[in-house]
């Protein structure tokens, strides 16, 4: 089957009317944000796991051959305990797998991943925590991909209208292909409107924003901006504005409690314990409880997706599957990643200070002047420091923080220290900030570093890997690197444009919440003119 590749042209290496130059410069008196974990220290191959091991060395890399240290412990029990240090413990998931990193020295263990009893039949994992080690998780030659979207489970098809969506499927699957290739035409057909109706309704955000400052003294990001997230999906995918619909401006209210049902084992919520463990990790939601929630939604795509369901239907695509697959796309996929990705990128830009704000500043607002004051990807490309902050909050903070992939066969996996064997079957896991932020690739990697990817900088986006491949590759039909991965890259992008476009500078307040940053704007400061 031919491959397919993303609509949206490659957003660092675009050949447009002017040619590019980078410079590779630190922007003065920028502040570094410091991630909140240390970072992972140097290991040495030669320490093993409390039981008696054995190394040997391989001739073709020259790193020794180690046993997978750690073990999964006794079943049932291991998997709960595991499961409440993981949620609760001290310093949380990050100390979890940090702990294990200091125990076994190795950035490659064996251990117990959530939900575990009762929802998850096998909880056992090989972890890989490394920037080396963690692309096996992207070769489909070497691993599986179906039905682990979520991990050691898979929720519900109900929650789907009883159809195992794209996002479960492996490659090898007949339907993935078609498909894959239906939100490609979503993209494509969708890129005229992109750019337009994201100004539009995002100053229709700043706007209600600043109402609320002024009346209120603060104003709380993350409800506004998932409206105007779900309102600017609507119009540049359907040409439709949700909110003058039957769904009003109950769309990401109907959403997150939909994600909910399907996350809910694997998310914090901030309730106590003896709470969170019997509703959420122990037993599965009813998808009954939100079924007709989900059929309103339903309704929503199919009455405003006309375009994309002939496409699907010439695809061989029945409507049905098509419109859930549509609403998982859009609701799930891109509504869940602007849900987290921008109140993150928002909290690191603003705890990085006024002097990268004037920075940004000015080259978003020179490059759009030298354009003809219009926002184009031609103005984009000449706002290097912009384009790297963005880059840099994907790298610190991924928003999709878990992978998993399933031995096709037995294979070795190399770390920076070892090579670890393999067998055929097992799970492999990985934990996303830890490999983007690995010391043996990036220097500083707990710091938020402005600058970071500008000029020879660029050669580090290959460990940019957010997307379920790196930032230097494209998704196909034949991979399952997420086919919206440029949309998402152009539209942060475009809320950094606007933000400085608008403003000098803005101070915030940051909270934790179950899915990203909980933001609050306590000022906001408004353009000279």
């Excluded at 995002?202 to 998932?226: H, P, V």
């Excluded at 064997?421 to 707990?446: C, H, I, N, S, W």
């Amino acid at each position: 089957m031919a491959t397919s590749s993303i609509p949206f042209p490659s957003l660092h290496h675009r050949n447009l009317d002017t040619p590019i130059t980078f410079r590779h410069r630190r922007p003065t008196g920028v502040h570094l944000i410091k991630a909140t974990k240390d970072s992972i220290p140097p290991l040495s191959a030669t320490s093993v796991d409390t039981a008696t091991t054995t190394t040997t060395t391989s001739t073709a890399t020259n790193l020794p051959l180690r046993p997978i240290p750690g073990s999964y412990g006794i079943p049932f029990y291991q998997p709960l305990k595991d499961r409440f240090e993981y949620f609760y413990g001290p310093g949380g998931r990050d100390e979890y797998f940090k702990s294990r990193v200091h125990k076994f020295q190795s950035t490659v263990f064996r251990a117990n991943m959530p939900p575990g009893p009762f929802i998850s039949n096998n909880p056992n994992v090989v972890v890989l925590l490394d920037a080396k080690s963690f692309p096996t998780l992207f070769d489909v030659s070497k691993v599986e991909k179906k039905d682990l979207f979520t991990g050691t489970y898979m929720p519900s098809t109900e929650l789907t209208g009883g159809h195992r969506v794209l996002s479960y499927l492996d490659p090898s699957e007949p339907k993935h292909g078609p498909l894959k290739n239906m939100v490609f035409f979503m993209l494509k057909s969708s890129i005229r409107r992109v750019l337009p109706e994201f100004e539009t309704t995002y100053n229709e955000l700043f706007d209600g924003l600043e109402s609320e400052l002024a009346q209120k003294g603060k104003a709380l990001f993350n409800d506004a901006g998932e409206q105007a997230a779900f309102r600017f999906l609507g119009r540049a995918y359907l040409e439709t504005n949700p909110e003058e619909t039957k769904i009003g401006k109950d769309g990401p209210k109907l959403i997150s409690t939909w994600v909910l049902f399907n996350l809910g084992p694997l998310l914090r919520l901030g309730l106590p314990w003896f709470v969170e463990e019997p509703l959420l990790h122990t037993f599965r939601l009813p998808p009954a409880l939100i079924k007709k929630n989900y059929n309103k939604l339903y309704e929503f795509f199919e009455s405003f997706s006309s375009p994309i369901i002939e496409h699907a239907e010439s695809l061989g695509i029945s409507k049905e599957e098509a419109v859930h697959n549509i609403l998982f796309t859009i609701c799930f996929n891109t509504f869940g990643g602007i849900k987290i990705l921008f109140p993150n990128t928002l909290k690191w830009i603003g705890r990085a200070g006024t002097n990268l704000h004037t920075q940004l500043a000015a080259e978003i607002r020179g490059a759009i002047k030298n354009h003809g004051g219009k926002v184009t990807m031609a103005a984009m490309e000449q706002m290097p420091l912009m384009k790297s902050v963005v880059y840099e909050s994907l790298r610190i903070e991924p928003p999709v923080a878990l992978q998993y992939g399933k031995a096709k066969r037995d294979l070795t996996i190399e770390s920076h220290d070892a090579i670890f064997k393999v067998k055929e079957g097992e799970m492999l896991f990985g934990y996303q900030p830890f490999a983007t932020k690995d010391p043996k690739v990036f220097d500083r990697p707990e710091e938020f570093v402005p600058d970071r990817f500008v000029g020879a900088g660029e050669e580090l986006l290959k460990y940019v890997t957010w997307s379920n491949g790196p930032e230097t590759e494209g998704p196909t039909v034949g991979n399952k690197q997420c086919a919206g991965k440029d949309f998402v890259v152009l539209i942060t992008r475009l809320f950094v444009v606007e933000l400085f476009r608008r403003y000098d500078s803005f101070d915030i307040e940051v909270a934790a919440s179950p899915l990203g940053a909980k933001v609050t704007l306590t000022s906001l400061k408004r353009a000279r003119v």
